[in-house]
């Protein structure tokens, strides 16, 4: 069984804390995503990496950066925390043999910033 | 870009059988996925379908019309545990991403 974890499932935050979220994925997957998901607008996509410290801007990059030293840890930084920061935090990973349209996401951080 | 478009909600009662639409706007795509979402839960993968038509997996069946942009997930004999978010997604060609609607959430009642 494909198992992507992340390291935790609840998280508060105060406003201009800087944020890590882990992401840990068990498959040799090539491909690794960070999404946020808002009531009303679905999973939206912050960023993604194709291979170690490969990364592209997803839909929503603002705010963000990350980091993929390994090829199984896919890491989520917050660099200073903002309200409109506060939202669930979905990691998903996948294959790399197309069409790769397959994601195994993890259970999700809530995250909350006050 | 792509865009794909969702009813918000949508109702039905157990045993019955409902149909969750998903229109959209790109084009060169590798076809369309479908993926569920419990409450709390993390989005899980339910149906694929690469070409036009209808596929079918149980009690549930997806069906793709790449000329009139559209498709659908068919859920039938419903039960309470289908209750869920479920979300219509594509890849399109020269992208890595996936693109994923904006999600109907399916309250089945007793």
């Known amino acids: 069984d494909v198992k992507v974890t992340q390291s935790s499932r609840y998280l508060v935050k105060r406003t201009g804390e800087k944020v890590f979220l882990e992401c840990v994925q068990d498959?040799?997957?090539?491909?690794m995503f960070w999404y946020r998901q808002d009531p009303g607008l679905g999973l939206r996509l912050i960023y993604f990496s194709y291979d170690v410290k490969m990364k592209e801007k997803g839909d929503i990059p603002e705010g963000y950066s990350v980091s993929r030293e390994k090829k199984e840890r896919f890491s989520l930084i917050l660099e200073s925390a903002s309200t409109n920061q506060t939202s669930m935090y979905l990691c998903a990973s996948s294959g790399e043999t197309e069409p790769a349209i397959e994601q195994y996401f993890g259970p999700g951080t809530r995250l909350t910033v006050t | 870009g792509q865009s794909l478009e969702q009813p918000s909600e949508v109702t039905a009662v157990e045993g019955a059988i409902v149909q969750i639409n998903c229109t959209y706007q790109?084009?060169?795509?590798?076809?369309l996925s479908w993926y569920q979402q419990h409450d709390g839960g993390a989005p899980t993968f339910l149906s694929y379908n690469a070409l036009d038509g209808l596929e079918e997996t149980g009690r549930f069946s997806s069906f793709l019309s790449r000329s009139d942009s559209y498709g659908y997930l068919l859920l039938q004999e419903l039960q309470m545990k289908d209750s869920a978010s479920y979300f219509c997604?594509?890849?399109?060609?020269?992208?890595?991403?996936?693109?994923f609607g904006t999600g109907t959430r399916l309250l089945v009642s007793p």
């Open positions: 498959m040799d997957h090539e491909n």
């Open positions: 790109t084009s060169g795509f590798y076809g």
């Open positions: 997604a594509v890849r399109a060609y020269g992208f890595q991403k996936l693109v």
